[in-house]
C-alpha cells in the first residue's frame, strides 16, 4: 500500500457515517478525524450524534471534544487542528480517515479553503444581529446572489459574517482560494433514499431522547451557556432550548425538530451532490471494493 492516502467518508446527518469509517478504519490499518462542527464542543454528545467509547471499537478518534461550548470554534482552527492530527497519523503508518457531515470543514482541510482577512466589526455585527434570518438571507440575495447559493441558510453567523466581508470590503465575498492537500484522496458518499434517511432521523431522534438529550441542554444551560448561545448551535440544541423555555409543548417539539432535520439532511445532499469526485455506496462492500482499488493499486 502507497504512503499517504486519505480517505474521507461523507454524507447527510443520520446516514451512517461513523459506523462505515469504523468498519473501514478495523479493515484498512485507519484512524479517524471527526469532520463535524458541533461534536468539538465538550458536552454536546447526546444531541450532537457523538460515537461514544463503545462504538469506536478501539478506533482512535479525533477532533472530537476540543472545544468549549462557551467560545466559538472556527473553521480556521479546525483545519490547524486536522492538519496536525494528518501528520501524526501518516507518522504512526496509518490511514486518515476524515469522517462528518460538515462540507466546510471537509473541503477547508481537504481542498484548503483560505478565509478572506476582514477584521470583525462589532457594531456592524451588532446591527446585522437585529436582522431575523430571513432578512439577512435576503440582504445577501441581493448583494451577493453567488454566495446566498451556497450558504448555509439558516445559519445566521455565516450569513452576518458574509455580509460582514461584502459590506467592508464593497465587493462579493470572493472566491475562495485553494490551497488542497497534496495527497490522493478517496472521498465516499453514503447513498440513502428519501424514504431511508427520513426512517433513520426519526428513529435516532426517538433513540437520542430517550437517552437523555433534554437532560443534556438542561446541564449545558446550568453550566452558564445562554439560550441565545444554546440555540445558535441548531437543530437540537435550538428546539429544545425553545422547549426549555416553553415557547413550545414536547410533541411541537418532537415535530418541529423532525422536519428541521430533514431539511438539513436534504441541504447536506444539495451542498455534496456539487462534488464529482465523491464515490456515492449503499453498502460497505461497495465502499470494500473502492477502497482495495485506491489503496492497493
Known amino acids: 500500500m502507497a504512503n499517504k492516502k486519505i480517505i474521507v467518508i461523507l454524507g447527510p446527518t443520520s446516514s451512517g457515517k461513523s459506523d462505515l469509517a469504523v468498519q473501514i478504519a478495523e479493515q484498512f490499518n485507519g484512524e479517524i478525524i471527526s469532520a463535524d462542527s458541533r461534536q468539538v464542543y465538550r458536552g454536546m454528545d447526546i444531541g450532537t450524534g457523538k460515537i461514544n467509547k463503545k462504538e469506536m471499537r478501539g478506533i482512535p478518534h479525533y477532533l472530537l471534544d476540543v472545544a468549549s461550548p462557551k467560545r466559538k470554534f472556527t473553521v480556521v482552527q479546525y483545519r490547524n487542528l486536522a492538519q496536525r492530527e494528518l501528520d501524526r497519523i501518516f507518522k504512526k503508518g496509518k490511514v486518515p480517515i476524515i469522517c462528518g457531515g460538515t462540507a466546510f470543514y471537509i473541503y477547508a482541510l481537504i481542498d484548503g479553503i483560505v478565509i478572506p482577512k476582514v477584521k470583525p466589526d462589532w457594531r456592524l455585527r451588532q446591527k446585522l444581529e437585529r436582522l431575523n434570518t430571513e ?16 450558504i ?48 433513520a432521523i426519526y428513529k435516532r431522534l426517538n433513540k437520542r431522547l430517550r437517552q437523555g438529550m433534554v437532560a443534556e441542554v438542561k446541564r449545558l444551560k446550568k453550566s452558564h451557556l445562554s439560550w441565545k448561545r444554546l440555540e445558535s448551535f441548531g437543530l437540537e440544541y435550538r428546539y429544545i432550548a425553545e422547549y426549555l423555555q416553553g415557547c413550545l409543548n414536547y410533541e411541537e417539539m418532537k415535530e418541529k425538530l423532525q422536519r428541521a432535520i430533514e431539511h438539513f439532511a436534504k441541504r447536506q445532499m444539495t451542498w455534496f451532490k456539487r462534488d464529482k469526485r465523491i464515490r456515492w455506496v449503499e453498502s460497505y462492500k461497495e465502499a470494500e471494493t473502492l477502497l482495495n482499488d485506491f489503496l492497493y493499486l
Not at 432578512?135 to 451556497?150: V, Y
Not at 462579493?172 to 447513498?191: A, D, H, N
Open 135 to 150: 432578512q439577512l438571507l435576503k440582504r445577501l440575495e441581493k448583494l451577493d446572489p453567488r454566495r446566498a447559493e451556497n
Open 152 to 199: 448555509e441558510t439558516k445559519n445566521r453567523r455565516r450569513l452576518i459574517r458574509a455580509l460582514e466581508i461584502i459590506i467592508k470590503t464593497k465587493k462579493p465575498v470572493p472566491s475562495l482560494k485553494q490551497k488542497p492537500l497534496p495527497y490522493p484522496i478517496l472521498i465516499i458518499g453514503i447513498r440513502k433514499t428519501t424514504t431511508e434517511l427520513k426512517d
